[in-house]
């Protein structure tokens, strides 16, 4: 089935540092990618929809210059979340939609973000 | 805007038990989807809903949609320890570009 690749799993950096977070379709072409937010013990956010050789599209309320959203091939959608600071740790998901009309979203495994 | 919202929000039973998380949601959608969520873990597709009066089974979980009544089920039959998870509905809605709500999330905590 389809996969979608997520890396770091995993981060801690410094108050003020930026952070990149990968994803990857592992097996099929994603025009569109999505990244969500999610807080503990919370329900997912979407943050921007991330399309293949173009702009993203942010969500109202979520900062496009502090969520850098980059997403240059079909297969690599990249976050960079510049100057952390501690309220931006959380969850954070990436998922993408195969083109097949109806199929669901596959997500990524997560990378948990923790500024300190 | 569209609101998704779950029914009950926690959710603690017996296992052998059966029970029913409702997903409501407030404007035409006819796709609809369910995940479940286990703790620091991503989330897992578990049915995709396409159409009013849609069924979809697998093990002890069925879902159903009511496109009219914009609402959808999830019922649990003799609930056991391993189905212990938060559960998420999402419908698709277009709104510029195609996106995916969440609802609250259902968290179900099945003991034995």
């Known amino acids: 089935g389809a996969v979608v690749s997520q890396h770091p799993s995993r981060v801690i950096c410094k108050s003020g540092t930026s952070v990149k977070i990968e994803c990857r379709s592992l097996d099929f072409q994603a025009t569109t990618m999505f990244w969500y937010r999610q807080f503990p013990k919370q329900s997912l956010m979407l943050m921007a929809t991330?399309?293949?050789?173009?702009?993203?599209?942010?969500e109202q309320g979520v900062e496009k210059d502090k969520f850098l959203i980059n997403h240059a091939s079909l297969t690599l959608s990249t976050l960079t979340v510049t100057s952390a600071h501690p309220e931006d740790s959380s969850f954070y998901i990436c998922?993408?939609?195969?083109?097949?009309?109806?199929?669901?979203?596959?997500f990524g495994n997560g990378t948990r973000l923790t500024v300190t | 805007e569209l609101k998704v919202e779950q029914n009950p929000l926690f959710l603690s039973m017996q296992e052998g038990k059966n029970y029913t998380i409702y997903c409501n949601y407030s404007?035409?959608?006819?796709?609809l989807y369910w995940y479940r969520q286990d703790p620091g873990k991503s989330l897992e597709s578990l049915f995709v809903l396409l159409s009013n009066g849609a069924v979809k089974q697998e093990g002890r979980l069925m879902a159903s949609l009511d496109t009219k009544a914009r609402l959808s089920t999830l019922h649990i039959t003799a609930a056991v320890h391993d189905l212990s998870a938060t559960y998420f509905c999402a419908v698709d809605m277009y709104q510029g570009a195609q996106k995916l709500v969440f609802g609250q999330g259902t968290r179900l905590t099945i003991n034995p």
């Open positions: 404007t035409t959608s006819d796709r």
């Open positions: 991330s399309n293949e050789g173009s702009k993203a599209t942010y």
């Open positions: 998922s993408a939609r195969m083109t097949e009309f109806n199929s669901p979203l596959h």
